[in-house]
Each structure stands twice: as structure tokens, then as C-alpha cells.
């Protein structure tokens, strides 16, 4: 039997703030427990929420980004509950009136791009960090207030590779604006992802599941994949598919039950009295607008039109934001822009991994990337000797220098060549004698030893057209 | 299907807020909760068809938003001061069992 | 009274010991305080100058004070020592106030009666048989037996303008946004306003000047300009406007009360006032209370989620998380906090909302508007603060349960807390030797013209600094 699969997804992303959603602490990832807080995070009797003004900007880059309409008028409402990790027993979120509405993000699929429609965009605050050890729960507050929002999409997903294609298309976006580290994998990118599915056609919307616990967008496709084929066996064997919170388990690849639904909790929630209604001016969302870096679909563009570089390095490049970042610094010193690609993509890419770091944190010096990339142009050294100056490039080293040091000059002096063409060939008569003969493989024999003379540092072009010439005028 | 407004329903609703009611307690918001509704019938009289709700006493919006710098930090001693016991700076609990 | 005091600047320490010793002494027959503070450290840091340089003062216990215990009247906070200062805590600090006591008050603010403090009801110096009303109580009665000249209170539906008609002195509500709340332990957000008793209408309007102004940690605190209140002081009242609350005047139940604030308002038109009797729909009025009641307790349940056992406040015993916040708030509130929260945590609920939290929402913005249209044509609205003299503690009536009848007269004060706008309360006249006040409403931020008609009325009452001799 078909399936139709609806996938729906939300997503929480901590914004990139200096401090919390609603107080002047710090936020934080990996600071000593319970020392970025201050007595709004922890709860304390009497504190009251301040809203922080670059959380709400990040929050409307955000939902332009993402082509949402605006609220204007920034309005908040208490989610009502109680659990250790929620200091007031409420968390502050945008309820009735969420700052964005109606936007869409647009992804590749194999049948070509497709829109994916996001319903809204709210802010809201994040929980504390708990850690359960045998026998005690531990909470840490420093993650307590941190400024989301929450991403709330259409199900207009059906499949796995959809699924990882939106949330890959909203990580891009969302990390080349700004707005969030988006690192799933240290949960400041969160992802609970909806999943049903029910018999082709019937227009009936099966029960969902909700998985959580993925950290990688990997494991997104991997988790709606197995949970499609889960409930279809469910439904295939005639039982029935419950409504639960499932997560994914990393090791076995499968999807495991974390708890049923029993109905809807009644979050109990009201407007914040405490927080006025607060009216964005036109003007300033609209600066806010006018100065939004660059999108990656804009940037994908930009390359191609600018720098004529293939769909598969452009792909590569803007995966990475760093390393299209310092793409285009290196060409600012060079117009070699494809051949500046090829050397990030291929030589230095590889040196990164190999020595685990990343382009941002790396010595290499952009000039000097774009100065080897001329030495390679004009002749001074040739690419297998550059090769040779990967590692003192990425040591800070100005590639003159180390060419210098490393005695890797290329000899395109005439006079010099020459005089050893006609050397070899003067000991080696017999060469000249096959040549005559029809033996083209003289040639690159010559050729080689020539190069050896010089050490490999003769320029290879020059020897073999002058290897040539000379090979013709002697047997003439 | 309204649930009966019984003693037992409002000790699900407290156990909902995390506390408990005594037999006592539990009957004696039964009683209150008739005088509720004789006050909900007062309330009712006021016509309010076209009224909005109104959550704050004065509803002209505001623009003020805090500048995202950090203006207030307190140490960890300080943040454990009102618990009696901490592990190397957290808050415990007995393991919640799930 | 106040500003004398500051000029006496020799004064200082013996006022201050003089003020303690009081409280101490005062202590047994009023139980009004909760902590005791040592003003030792106070004395040393005082600034040079300051509107209430070495005056000594007392805060409700639910003003966060660092360092020192702040109970807000409820067992599950009777071990809560703050972290951090009230935004109103450091202001005083700053005038020179030297703060002495803590002050008893309901649980969680959350009564009018001051009898379901933790530690014990709190008397009422003119009569020790009697309550000082409620929530801000033991802040009443020290000002009232004349331990301090200006104490700290809340306002949520009348719990400093109550206590001040029974305790016998004034009692201020400004408007909603004039002082910080910022570090005052709740009861309901959209109803909470700080509030202060003193024993006269200047020493009222150098408070305000304290207390009064912007603070960015509160988002709902008003960027209006303070004025200088004491120097805006003026007791002419000609040509005022004034409205007279005619369905609270009829719901009196003490005709003494009735006669004395007729005299009162006769007294106003002799100086000039029009005064003019001024009817509210009844049904409106009728409705005041259970949409108080319904608002207060919706916010009170989620206001009060915080306190839960884990980072602050008297932890119990339990297994688990949920056994420790169950324990941890069975014990920690009084029954009358719990069943409140659990009609406010009902009137939440998805399926209700509507037919009761926005309901009352709703008739709150009528009540406004009716309040809006009489102050349209009035410069003020006056009537009777209480319907009688402060009860006996032990009537066995439950003044806190919710009655079958709404008495408008015993609850009408909350049209100020609904609306934000400037109330006040201040002595009118006694009955059977026990005060009895007058209530003042103005428009919003329009203090000081309520301190204006408040300042001829005590000109006419001749009852300005009046000290409860207690027996």
C-alpha cells in the first residue's frame, strides 16, 4: 500500500545575544555551573522580565530572512507549569500574538526547489540545564532565559530528505545572518519534527508522533525514515499508531518511545502583565531590513554571476560560512577567484582537517594565499611546487620567503635552459638518434633529464617547447 | 460533559499545582466554588459584547527595550545562598524519575 | 513631621534607637513586626543629605532586602534571605531612611485582614481586640502607635488604603507605574502597586518624591517627569469638582460613618468645592469585587509557581522533584492561599477562560470607563473608605472567604487598582474610639492634585499626626 507522509517540524534556536532573553545576565554554553544568572533567571520572589532589545532585532532579521510578516506591536504571554528546569513556574513566550507570520524557505529537492511554508516565528526563553546522575539531578541556570525563537513550520514536508533539506536550508540562513550559532549538536539548534502518515489519497491526516533528540541534521533523515517505515508496519499489520514523544537513539538508527500523549496539557496561557505592549517603529525595522548580511541563496548567486565558479564548488563554499567568508577576502588580492576556490576547497581544506581546525582559526594569511596563487600564474613556481609550501602557508609564512627558504624557485631564465638542453642532449646522442628515427618517446626523456638537472626547478613549460625546438634544429 | 465539581476534582487540580488539600480544604472549596458562581451571575449582568479585555492598567504601547549588555551578574555563592545543600555549584534534586 | 526630623540632624541616632526600642516594646501587644533590623550599618553609610535623611522607616515584608529575611508573610519564605534589593529598598537607602523592621503582613498579600500572617495576626494600636486590616498591616500599625512616620505597603485591591481607614493615618496608593516594583514580592501584576502610610499629607508628599520615577527593570514604569509634590502642596480647592461615590455612601452600614462624611463633604463645598453626589451603575458596582477576585487569583496562581522549594524557601522532604513541590507548598501555604490558587488556576484553564478570566478582563475595561466618564466631569471621587470601624480579630466570620453578597462599600477601593490612577485614604473621624477614613481617587499621575483636596480635608478634620495611645 502508498503512503502519503506529512512531516511538520519546530524548531528552537537560541539567539546570538551577550545576555538573556529578559535579563542582564550573560548567556553562556560551557561556563562553570550557576554563574551566569542573575536573580531574574533563578526565579527569585519579586523580579521583573526587561526585555532585550537585540533579541527582538535578531528575532525580526529572522522572520525577514524568512519572508514573515511582522508584528509591529511585540506582545508576550505566560506558558503556565511546573518543572525544576522552569525557575518561575511559567515561561515567558508569544502565545496569541508571535512576532512573525506566514513566510516560507525554499529548499532543493529532486524533483527541483520547493517552497516550505513556515507558519510562525515567536520568542521565548529557554529552560536550565539538567544533568541526572544515579542518584541526584543537578540544575544549572545559565542556559535559564536564553533568548529563542521557535520556528514553526507548515507540514508541508514528505520525506526524510525534505525534512533534512529545511532544516538544512534554515540552518544556512539563519547562521549567515547571525542570528544563531545553529549548532544542533550543543542544542543551540533544537529540532522536534512531526511525523504522520496515512493511505495515499485519502486526504486524512494520520496521528503524529513527535521525535526529539536530534542532534544532527543527518540524524533527521535517518529518524523520519525509520519512522515512516515503523508506521507503516504498524498500519500494515492492522494495528494502530498511538500519539507519542519518540527520540531518536544515535546508535541503533531507530526511533524509541519516550511517552504517550494522554490529551492536550492545558498550558493555562495569558498575556504577560508585566511586559507592555511594546510598538516596533516602522524606521527601525525597516534599518534593521535595509542592513541584513547577505542570504546564502543571494551569495550562490553572486558566485556563479561574479566569479563563474561550478554549481558543485559554489555548493560546497556556502555550506561552509567561514570558509566562503575568507573566499572572499582572498579574492579582494587576486582575480583568480576560481583558482583561490580550487586551493581553499582541495590543499588547505585538507590541511584543516588533518590538523582538526577550522579556516577561521587558522594562520593563513588571505594576501599570502593570493600572492602563491600569482607565483603559480606567472611562472615563478609551478603547482607541485606550491603544493611543497601548504604547510608554511598555513604556518603564517609569506610564500615568497618560503619558496625562497625551500630553494623552490622555478628557472624560467632562456639562457639558463638552454644551456642545459643542449648539455643533456649532448651526452645523450642516442636520444636524438631515436628521435630522428620516430621515437617520440625521446622527448619527455630529455625532458626529464633536463628537469633533473635543474632540480625540478626548471619551468617545465619552457623546458619541453625548448627541448623541441632544439630536438628539430639538430636533426634538420 | 462537565466533570463534577467534587471534592476530588479539585484535588486533581491542586496535585496539578503541586500542592495537596485536606478533606477539609477540598470541601471547603466546594463550597466556595457555588459562591463563585453566584459571583460569576454578577459579572455575567455587565454586558460586555463588544469589550475587549483589558490586561494592564494603561494600555498606551511602549518602545523602551534593555540594551543587550550585561548588567547584572551574581556569583555563585551567591546563587546557592538560599539552599542548603549544592554539588560544585548546582542546585540538587533527587533524581526525578521519569 | 518628616521633614522636621531631617533637619534635626543631631536627632539621628536617638530618634532611630528611640523608634526601635518602640517596636520592641510594641511588639508583644501588636505582633506587627516580622524581622527586626539593625540599623547600626544604616546609620554609618547614611548620606550626607537625603529627604528622609535619619528617619527611620518600615518596609512590608515583601520588599526584597539583601541580605536581610523577607518572608512576605508566608511560611514557605520564612527562611528566604534576598539576593538582591527592591528598587523601592535602595531609593529610601539613598534618601537616608533607615529602615527598622520588616513588617507583618497577609500571606503572599493575598488577605485584608493581616490575620493569615505565618507569624500571627497583627493588632490595631487603637484597639488591640481589633485587626488593622490588610494585606499591608504590621506596616499600619507601626505607623499608627507611632513608631515610625512612614512606613512601606501594597496595594493590590485596597490593602494599604484599608488598613489606613482602620489604623487611623494616610495611606497612599499612587498611580500604577509611579514607583518601581521591581523587587516587590506579588500578588496579582496588573493590580500591584506599591503603596506608603505616614501620619499627615506632607510627609505623604515627600515620600512620594522618594519612591516616585522611572526604573528601566520595571517595563511597566512610567517615564513621566516626578514633580516636586511638597512645593505643589496647596490646600485650595475652589471651583474643584468633587464626586461623591452615592453607591458606596448607601452600602455604609454604620450611620455614624454616613453623618460624618456628609460633614465632611458640606465642609468642602463651605471652602469652595463643588461636591456633587455621583451614582455608578449598580450592576457595575456590584461586579467590582468578584472581577477582582477573579483577576487577582488567575495572576496569583501563576505569580506564585516560582515558589517551589528548589532555589529558594522552605524545602520539605520528597523522593523526587514533584514530591519536593508538593510537600514543599502543601506546607508552605495556609489553606487560604491553596484554595485561592485553585480557583485562579480554574478560571485558567483553557475550557473556562473565556466564560471567566477574560469575562472579568472585560468588566474590568467597563468599570474603567465608567470611572473614565465620571472623571471626565469631576476633578475627583470620594467616598467613605470602609463601611466600619476595623472588626474584632476573632469574629468568627472569615473575612477573606468569599462572601454570598458583594458588599460594595467593603470593596469598591479596587476601581483604583483596575484603573492604575492615584488613590488615597485618610482619617475622617472616629466611632467608638476607633478611626474611620476617607477615600480620594484622582485621574492617572494627577497626585498632586489628590494631595491638594487630601491636604483640605485634613485642614478640615483638624486629624493630621495622630498616634494611637496602645493600651
Known amino acids: 500500500m502508498e503512503y502519503d507522509v506529512t512531516i511538520g517540524i519546530e524548531i528552537h534556536c537560541q539567539l546570538k545575544t551577550d545576555t538573556k532573553m529578559f535579563s542582564g545576565a550573560p548567556t553562556s554554553f560551557g561556563r562553570k555551573a550557576n554563574t551566569c544568572v542573575n536573580e531574574i533567571d533563578l526565579g527569585m520572589p519579586g523580579v521583573l522580565p526587561e526585555v532585550n532589545r537585540e533579541a527582538v532585532k535578531k528575532a525580526v532579521m529572522a522572520c525577514t530572512a524568512l519572508h514573515l510578516d511582522i508584528d509591529p506591536l511585540v506582545k508576550f504571554d505566560r506558558k503556565n507549569y511546573y518543572y525544576s528546569d522552569l525557575p518561575k513556574g511559567f515561561q515567558i513566550t508569544q502565545q496569541f500574538h508571535p512576532i512573525g507570520r506566514n513566510g516560507y524557505v525554499e529548499i532543493e529537492t529532486a524533483e527541483g526547489k520547493k517552497k516550505i511554508r513556515i507558519n510562525r516565528i515567536h520568542m521565548e526563553e529557554d529552560t536550565a540545564k539538567q544533568f541526572h546522575l544515579t542518584k541526584f539531578s543537578l540544575l544549572d541556570f545559565n542556559r535559564a532565559g536564553t533568548p529563542l525563537i521557535e520556528i514553526v513550520s507548515e507540514p508541508d514536508m514528505h520525506s526524510g530528505e525534505e525534512a533534512e533539506a529545511y532544516v538544512e536550508a534554515l540552518r544556512q540562513t539563519l547562521y549567515y545572518i547571525g542570528v544563531s550559532d545553529c549548532r544542533m ?6 529540532c522536534d519534527t512531526n511525523v504522520s502518515i496515512s493511505p495515499k489519497g485519502s486526504g486524512v491526516l494520520g496521528t503524529k508522533n513527535e521525535i526529539k533528540n536530534l542532534n544532527s541534521i543527518s540524524h533527521i533523515g535517518k529518524a523520519v525514515n525509520y519512522e515512516i517505515e515503523r508506521q507503516k508496519k504498524l498500519l500494515e499489520a492492522g494495528e494502530k499508531v498511538l500519539q507519542e514523544t519518540r527520540r531518536f537513539d544515535e546508535k541503533s538508527g531507530e526511533t524509541v518511545l519516550m511517552r504517550r500523549k494522554e490529551g492536550n496539557v492545558d498550558y493555562k496561557f495569558f498575556p504577560e502583565p508585566n511586559i507592555f505592549p511594546i510598538r516596533l517603529s516602522d524606521e527601525w525595522i525597516k534599518d534593521i531590513q535595509d542592513n541584513m548580511p547577505e542570504l546564502p541563496q543571494a551569495r550562490k548567486e553572486r558566485y556563479k554571476s561574479e566569479y563563474g565558479l561550478s554549481d558543485h564548488d559554489i555548493g560546497i563554499l556556502i555550506s561552509n560560512k567561514e570558509m566562503s567568508d575568507y573566499f572572499e577576502t582572498v579574492t579582494k588580492f587576486t582575480a583568480n577567484a576560481k583558482s583561490a576556490c580550487n586551493w581553499l576547497l582541495s590543499d588547505i581544506s585538507a590541511w584543516l582537517n588533518t590538523h582538526e581546525t577550522t579556516i577561521d582559526q587558522a594562520q593563513l594569511n588571505p594576501e599570502n594565499l593570493a600572492k602563491l596563487i600569482a607565483m603559480i600564474d606567472d611562472g615563478k613556481i609551478s603547482n607541485a611546487q606550491a603544493k611543497k609550501l601548504v604547510d608554511d602557508l598555513m604556518a603564517g609564512k609569506d610564500p615568497e620567503t618560503a619558496a625562497k627558504e625551500k630553494g623552490l624557485e622555478q628557472v624560467s631564465d632562456t639562457g639558463a635552459i638552454a644551456a642545459m638542453v643542449n648539455e643533456v642532449m649532448d651526452a645523450n646522442p642516442q636520444a636524438i638518434e631515436d628521435f630522428r628515427n620516430g621515437k617520440s618517446r625521446a622527448v619527455g626523456f630529455i625532458v626529464g633529464q633536463v628537469m633533473k638537472k635543474s632540480r625540478g626547478q626548471a619551468n617545465p613549460g619552457m623546458v619541453s617547447r625548448m627541448v623541441n625546438e632544439e630536438l628539430a634544429k639538430r636533426i634538420s | 460533559m462537565e466533570e463534577k465539581k467534587d471534592r476530588e476534582y479539585f484535588r486533581k487540580l491542586a496535585h496539578q499545582l503541586m500542592f495537596d488539600l485536606s478533606d477539609e480544604e477540598a470541601d471547603g472549596i466546594v463550597k466556595e466554588f457555588g459562591e463563585l458562581e453566584t459571583q460569576m451571575s454578577l459579572l455575567d449582568q455587565v454586558n460586555t459584547d463588544d469589550t475587549e479585555e483589558m490586561i494592564y492598567p494603561f494600555e498606551q504601547a ?36 521519569k | 513631621m518628616i521633614a522636621e526630623m531631617v533637619k534635626d540632624r543631631d ?22 513586626v516580622i524581622t527586626f533590623v539593625d540599623p547600626a550599618k544604616q546609620l554609618e553609610e547614611m548620606p550626607e543629605e537625603g529627604l528622609l535623611r535619619g528617619v527611620p522607616i518600615a518596609l512590608k515584608d515583601n520588599v526584597n532586602t539583601k541580605g536581610i529575611l523577607t518572608t512576605a508573610g508566608s511560611r514557605i519564605l520564612s527562611n528566604y534571605v534576598p539576593i538582591y534589593d527592591a528598587e523601592i529598598a535602595v531609593r529610601l537607602q539613598k534618601a537616608g531612611a533607615i529602615n527598622i523592621a520588616k513588617a507583618s503582613m497577609d500571606e503572599l498579600a493575598m488577605g485584608g485582614t493581616n490575620k493569615t500572617a505565618y507569624i500571627g495576626p497583627c493588632h490595631n494600636p487603637w484597639d488591640t481586640r481589633r485587626m488593622t486590616g490588610g494585606s499591608s498591616g504590621g506596616s499600619a500599625a507601626l505607623v499608627a502607635a507611632g513608631v515610625v512616620p512612614m512606613a512601606i505597603g501594597s496595594d493590590t485591591g485596597d490593602s494599604v488604603r484599608k488598613p489606613a481607614s482602620y489604623c487611623g493615618i494616610v495611606g497612599v496608593k499612587p498611580t500604577y507605574g509611579r514607583i518601581s516594583r521591581y523587587g516587590i514580592i506579588p500578588y496579582a501584576s496588573s493590580l500591584d502597586h506599591v503603596g506608603y502610610f505616614t501620619r499627615n499629607i506632607k510627609d505623604a508628599c515627600v515620600t ?19 514633580p516636586d509634590y511638597s512645593a505643589l502642596l496647596n490646600s485650595d480647592v475652589t471651583g474643584k469638582k468633587i464626586a461623591i461615590l452615592k453607591n458606596v455612601v448607601d452600602g455604609v452600614s454604620t450611620p455614624e460613618i454616613v453623618t460624618m462624611f456628609n460633614g465632611l463633604a458640606e465642609k468642602l463645598r463651605k471652602r469652595g468645592a463643588i461636591v456633587e453626589e455621583y451614582a455608578f451603575d449598580e450592576a457595575l458596582m456590584r461586579a467590582i469585587l468578584p472581577a477582582y477576585f477573579i483577576i487577582a487569583n488567575c495572576e496569583a496562581t501563576s505569580n506564585h509557581s516560582n515558589l517551589d522549594g528548589i532555589r529558594f524557601g522552605v524545602r520539605e522532604d520528597g523522593a523526587d522533584m514533584a514530591e519536593i513541590m508538593t510537600n514543599s507548598r502543601t506546607k508552605g501555604f495556609c489553606s487560604l492561599i491553596r ?11 483553557e475550557e473556562n477562560q473565556e466564560r471567566i478570566f477574560r469575562k472579568a478582563q472585560k468588566v474590568r475595561r467597563k468599570i474603567v470607563e465608567a470611572l473614565d466618564e465620571c472623571l471626565k466631569e469631576y476633578d475627583a471621587v470620594i467616598a467613605p473608605a470602609a463601611g466600619t470601624i476595623a472588626p474584632f480579630i476573632d469574629d468568627q466570620a472569615d473575612q477573606d472567604a468569599l462572601g454570598e453578597e458583594s458588599v460594595v462599600a467593603e470593596n469598591y477601593m479596587a476601581i483604583a487598582n483596575f484603573s492604575g490612577y492615584p488613590s488615597l485614604t485618610q482619617p475622617m473621624g472616629f466611632v467608638d474610639g476607633c478611626p474611620v477614613g476617607v477615600n480620594i481617587t484622582c485621574r492617572g499621575f494627577e497626585e498632586v492634585e489628590m494631595f491638594n483636596i487630601a491636604k483640605a480635608i485634613e485642614e478640615e478634620t483638624g486629624l493630621a499626626d495622630l498616634v494611637a495611645e496602645v493600651k
Do not use: C, W
Open chain 2, 62 to 97: 511602549t518602545s523602551f527595550l534593555r540594551d543587550d549588555v550585561v548588567t547584572n551578574v551574581i556569583s555563585q555563592a551567591d546563587a546557592m545562598k538560599n539552599v542548603k545543600k549544592n554539588l560544585e555549584g548546582h542546585f540538587v534534586l533527587p533524581k526525578v524519575v
Open chain 3, 339 to 349: 484554595r485561592r490558587f485553585v480557583i485562579g488556576s480554574y478560571g485558567l484553564f
Open chain 1, 185 to 190: 549538536e550543543e542544542g543551540s539548534m533544537r
Open chain 3, 11 to 32: 536627632g539621628v541616632n536617638e530618634r532611630v534607637s528611640e523608634a526601635v526600642e518602640k517596636a520592641h516594646a510594641l511588639q508583644e501587644s501588636l505582633n506587627a
Open chain 3, 208 to 226: 512620594l518624591k522618594v519612591l516616585a520615577g522611572r526604573d528601566e527593570r520595571d517595563m511597566t514604569s512610567s517615564f513621566k517627569e516626578v
